[in-house]
T-cell receptor
Framework: AQSVSQHNHHVILSEAASLELGCNYS??????LFWYVQYPGQHLQLLLK??????LVKGIKGFEAEFIKSKFSFNLRKPSVQWSDTAEYFC???????????FGTGTKLQVIP | DAGVIQSPRHEVTEMGQEVTLRCKPI?????LFWYRQTMMRGLELLIY????????DSGMPEDRFSAKMPNASFSTLKIQPSEPRDSAVYFC?????????????FGEGSRLTVL
């Protein structure tokens, strides 16, 4: 069965600081990888996705993620965070050919002005 | 385009009562998912449907939970009888019949409080 680990449960940063959130998955086959964001009181929205090709994926609002197959990782990055990035971030994996998506436990990001 | 629509947005009920949550997926999407979100367990997949047929219900906690999808535009998640530990936010999501798979479109969620 596929599983997803997010190592940071709560991250506090000052505005303009750089962000990297870790995500590791366990599944040996082909995977599709996602980062979703949940702003306070709202539903989950897709931030970015990786299906194939260039392992460096760019998403909305300046976020990017890098797929490293050998490390089973899909870390999320942003060079300079803003207060509006305060939210919970979820890594998710879907094994190839199936629609069952497994989510990590989430990382709460708090950006201090 | 209308997104995934869930109702009610908030539900407060007493232990033992029946709760029904409703979901209308995005038109044309043939996958529908029910997730439960709690502080302790995060996002858990309860059940998902493809073309109105339940594909995987292994995440349904126990017999008190049931889900149906009578047609392509409507699904329900029912809890009977409800218990305080069922308090959570229940999300419905849908996805289109395209490949590759896995991209989900979520509704606003139904926040359930069982007293």
């Amino acid at each position: 069965a596929q599983s997803v680990s997010q190592h940071n449960h709560h991250v506090i940063l000052s505005e303009a600081a750089s962000l990297e959130l870790g995500c590791n998955y366990s599944y040996g086959g082909t995977v599709n990888l996602f980062w979703y964001v949940q702003y306070p009181g709202q539903h989950l929205q897709l931030l970015l996705k990786y299906f194939s090709g260039d392992p460096l994926v760019k998403g909305i609002k300046g976020f990017e993620a890098e797929f490293i197959k050998s490390k089973f990782s899909f870390n999320l990055r942003k060079p300079s965070v803003q207060w509006s990035d305060t939210a919970e971030y979820f890594c998710a994996v879907c094994s190839g050919g199936y629609q069952k998506v497994t989510f990590g436990t989430g990382t709460k990001l708090q950006v201090i002005p | 385009d209308a997104g995934v629509i869930q109702s009610p947005r908030h539900e407060v009920t007493e232990m033992g009562q029946e709760v029904t949550l409703r979901c209308k997926p995005i038109s044309g999407h043939d996958y529908l998912f029910w997730y439960r979100q709690t502080m302790m367990r995060g996002l858990e997949l309860l059940i998902y449907f493809n073309n109105n047929v339940p594909i995987d219900d292994s995440g349904m906690p126990e017999d008190r939970f049931s889900a149906k999808m009578p047609n392509a535009s409507f699904s329900t998640l029912k809890i009977q009888p409800s218990e305080p530990r069922d308090s959570a936010v229940y999300f419905c999501a849908s996805s289109p019949p395209t490949v590759p798979t896995g991209e989900l479109f979520f509704g606003e969620g139904s926040r359930l409080t069982v007293l």
